[in-house]
């Protein structure tokens, strides 16, 4: 069983031993549980920085889609193990006394009555916030900066992550943090709430913090330091990715009928997640192209920078996984496809292969809002002697636009210690991944196969296969072995011949043409 606490949903997929879906549902927050007042799952405060989300809905909604697998005449006696998935970088806060309270949970009432008075913070700040620029400033300088904060940690202080929250609440709520038992990570919630005690956080969603090192795999006593006092004793141990964390808690036994011996594997977050249910492996890269962009990659020797986030692998405890999002994706596309080849995606895809590759050397920077990665906006377009123009013809630009997509995505890769194998696969999802003819420019900028993978829900369908992967690691089983039984991903487009030549002096142009357009946004 694979249960993801998503932002706007909780959802749930069940497995059976040869990895074939055999149920899935799912509860919409604001639509099942409109007493919560959310809007898409959250609330946004007045000074528009600030966004939480009800704990108690978390634990209602919980409630619902069990009741609801119940009255379907799901089975739930035939569940081996479960593991599951939360929103990144989000928080909840115990009470004093909750973790008693879990351990002797009463079957003849629902969970949302039962623990009405357990969180010390009602509200559980979420990815969304960004409330907290103050504190990450703080975070950094108290380590010696951002670069020395990523090369702890993953990642500079980002606003949404936990530790600067954390920090906030400690400065801003002082009561409530004294009254705070422990404080988990979404994931590590939902996995309490299955074990009937307080489950550790995983080294993947861990790294998602600011606060853990991930070399060593403990927390950093240093960031700790920074964000609050006895912060190490409320976060508790943490946990390998793949740990059985013990058998399901007696409430679950009694109420639904799971049996004695099912067991819970650490639950970890949504992006660690969706690296294990779209399957990658060593050298691989996943793209999704949707209204924003994402790569996710499986790494081996990291090397942090202040531009994207280097997390432990969510299924092999020796690698890495980096992260790297993108806001110009979609919606940049669809905007070039309607300036340029009269909103057809037809005509778009005749005028990408009108140019040949390297696009006669003219290359474009196309942020219609902020970028993050890097930090600048605007279009910005070079002819082949480096000098700006004002414009492209139709067909150049809607090749500079998809060429330089995917350049900057395998130059910021590269930064992060992403190396391409000879056996690398580029597995593309998201809405643009339909399109043939972009996916044949990503397999020649980053010179290897691209495939295609039909999964939605990924990060829900991740936790069932890693449930699998968790009974059968204490054999010594790797996570391949164990999903050798999944369908295949299938193969799209393969490099053209020769192309390497041409992409190899443009990956190095457009990298100090980036610089460039930087500098002049900063300036």
Request: charged letters at 20%.
């Amino acid at each position: 069983l694979g249960v993801d606490f998503s932002t706007q949903q909780l959802k749930v997929i069940a497995v059976d031993d040869a990895l074939q879906v055999v149920y899935q549902d799912c509860v919409t927050f604001d639509k099942d549980l409109p007493e919560y007042g959310t809007k898409c799952g959250v609330h946004i405060h007045d000074d528009n920085l600030t966004v939480t989300s009800p704990v108690l809905m978390w634990v209602k909604a919980f409630d619902m889609i069990l009741e609801k697998m119940k009255s379907k005449g799901f089975d739930f006696s035939h569940v081996k193990a479960l593991s599951g998935t939360g929103q990144q970088h989000g928080s909840v806060y115990w009470q004093k006394g909750a973790e008693h309270l879990l351990k002797n949970l009463s079957s003849d009432f629902p969970l949302h009555h039962l623990l009405k008075y357990c969180f010390a913070i009602k509200d559980s700040p979420i990815w969304m916030d960004s409330s907290t620029s103050v504190e990450c400033r703080s975070l950094e300088e108290a380590v010696g900066g951002p670069q020395s904060l990523a090369d702890i940690t993953g990642s500079r202080a980002y606003e949404r992550f936990t530790g600067s929250q954390i920090a906030k609440i400690y400065k801003k709520c002082p009561d409530e943090y004294q009254q705070t038992e422990r404080i988990s990570l979404v994931s590590s919630f939902a996995a309490s709430l299955f074990l009937g005690s307080y489950a550790a956080i995983d080294y993947s969603d861990g790294s998602g913090m600011n606060l853990m090192n991930i070399y060593e795999k403990t927390w950093s006593q240093a960031c700790l330091n920074a964000c609050a006092t006895d912060l190490g004793r409320k976060l508790g141990e943490l946990t390998s990715s793949s740990a059985v964390l013990g058998c399901i808690s007696s409430y679950y036994v009694q109420r639904y009928g799971f049996p004695s011996d099912c067991r819970i594997v650490a639950f970890t977050g949504d992006n660690p997640a969706s690296l294990a249910g779209m399957r990658l492996k060593e050298g691989d890269i996943a793209v999704s192209l949707g209204t924003s962009d994402t790569i996710f990659l499986w790494i081996q020797d990291p090397t942090p920078t202040v531009e994207g986030h280097i997390f432990c692998n969510p299924v092999d405890s020796q690698a890495y996984m980096a992260l790297i999002c993108y806001k110009n994706g979609s919606l940049t596309r669809e905007r070039i496809r309607n300036d340029c080849t009269s909103a057809s995606w037809e005509e778009f895809s005749k005028a990408l292969k009108a140019n040949d590759a390297g696009n006669l050397g003219n290359l474009g920077f196309y942020f219609d809002v902020m970028e993050i990665t890097p930090p600048a906006v605007g279009v910005h377009r070079f002819n082949g002697q480096n000098v700006k123009v004002p414009e492209f013809p139709p067909d150049v630009e809607v090749r500079a636009l998809i060429e330089g997509q995917f350049l900057a995505k395998r130059i910021h890769a590269e930064k992060l210690g992403y190396k391409i194998l000879p056996e690398t696969r580029i597995l593309a999802t998201g809405g643009a991944s339909s399109n043939k003819d972009i996916l044949q420019v990503l397999a020649d900028v980053f010179g290897a196969p691209v495939y295609t993978i039909d999964i939605a829900n990924s990060a829900c369908l991740g936790c069932a296969y890693r449930a699998k992967h968790g009974l059968l690691a204490v054999t010594g089983s790797s996570f391949s072995d164990v999903i050798k039984q999944a369908k295949e991903p299938k193969l799209i487009a393969r490099p053209a011949p020769g192309v390497e030549q041409i992409y190899r002096p443009l990956l190095k142009r457009y990298e100090q043409l980036e610089e460039k357009v930087l500098g002049e946004f900063v300036q």
